[in-house]
């Protein structure tokens, strides 16, 4: 989780450049292979405009990232979610799939 900073560094790429709220979680993408800067292939910043936190992320063999977490009010969806509006909760769950291979390119690219 990134709180209260912007100098996370985040790709060109990224779904947020920017922290969106007091808390945001974040998902990096890192290539062992390569050395210093280059290492890092994504990185974004994942929240609204409120408190955000990822608290897991997870990877399945065909290249989608999972990333878990709580959410609150402002949360971005996108069209055919199971809900795209904040419950008022304490925080709402959600699950965001990334794709690896829109992100970065099929594998043999990476």
Known sequence: MVAGENRF???ANALNQALSGP???FVVVIDPLLRGTEQLRYATYLGGPWLD???AVVADPV???YVPGTASHGFPTTPGAFSTRYNLGFGDAFVTCMNLD???GPPGDR
């Open 23 to 25: 808390f945001d979680g």
């Open 63 to 65: 290249g989608r990232v």
């Open 53 to 55: 936190a990822a608290v």
């Open 9 to 11: 560094p985040v790709t």
């Open 102 to 104: 829109a992100l970065l």
